[in-house]
């Protein structure tokens, strides 16, 4: 395998310049370890889940990894701003024990003020050999120049509205955004592209266009590692192009309707949209919903995923997809470096 060398690669010593994303629900220890023996990197994702459960997670990815306890693990954990808020000041807050499982990154998304968990993880790491490096996720050209500039953060994701699950509503996609901050930002942070990325020629024009990396997530849902239900992963393997719709019907049927104001999430088309079309009350749409899952169908599952899904078509592994999306960039940019004269 001929490896790339990128910002990203040399900021986490991969060989690939590829970041698999903390989906809850959906991610995996065996998900982000896997990424780890491809040659790239991965996350698990820590939502609600309490500590000891994510230290057992990170147990977990060492354990397949084979690395030894008194290294650091690499892999990293995917915090929600708005849902730390919450659990920071409970009983058990997440951070702490986290970081003193020494992961090798951490990110972090949605919030209002991200700020403040970037400067706990500086804080905590300023009495220890071991540096966490820090990803947050920018949807917007303002939040990363505030990540990059006042928050000093290692790692930009660069999330374009393609994206699956939830993030800024009505926000450019990626081809528009990414340019945008590469120009707002010209050093810095290391910059990553993320959001419908599924191919190896997307791989490639990203890293052409100036990103050091990119981010995999929809693109994983139908692997073996993914904790998605069968019945989730036979819709999408069957997906195609616009199968997904960026709304705010998914949440209000799943009882998840409290995200912060300004965010909506990418899912699946299915009955749960025709519902809200058909213009039936919630209380008429909750009654479908719950009676569906009830009878164990799949026309009104709620399946977070993004555009990155029209390239599912099989149950192909994580470390394949990987590889695969990998030889594929480094043929077309060879490729492409014979037309210059």
Known sequence: MISMKT?????????????TAPMYYATTPAMAAAAGEAG??????????PSKTLVDELHAARSILGT????????????LGWILDQTETSEDPRIPPILAERPAAIWFAFGVDLGKYV??????DASRAHKTLVFVIVTTVDEAVQAANEWGVDVLVVQGNEAGGHGRAGGPALNMLLPAVLEAVPSGPTILAAGGVSTGNQVAS???????GVVLGSRLLGT???MYPEKAKEVIVNSSLNSTVRSDVFDEVNRTAFWPKGYDGRAVVNDIVNDQKAALTLEERLARYENSKKNGESTRLVI????????????????????QLHNEAVSIIQKAAGMLN
Request: contains cysteine.
């Open 304 to 323: 977070w995923a993004g555009d990155a899904i029209a390239f599912v078509h099989d149950d192909s592994s994580t470390k394949t997809i990987i590889r």
């Open 40 to 49: 790239a990197f991965g996350f698990i994702a820590a939502g609600f889940t």
């Open 68 to 79: 030894s306890s008194k290294a650091s693990i690499p892999v990293g954990v995917g915090f």
């Open 7 to 19: 910002k990203l690669t040399s900021l986490l010593g991969t060989q690939i310049p590829i970041v």
């Open 119 to 124: 400067s706990q993880v500086r804080a905590y």
């Open 206 to 212: 990203l890293l052409v266009m100036g990103a050091d």
């Open 224 to 226: 073996p590692e993914c």
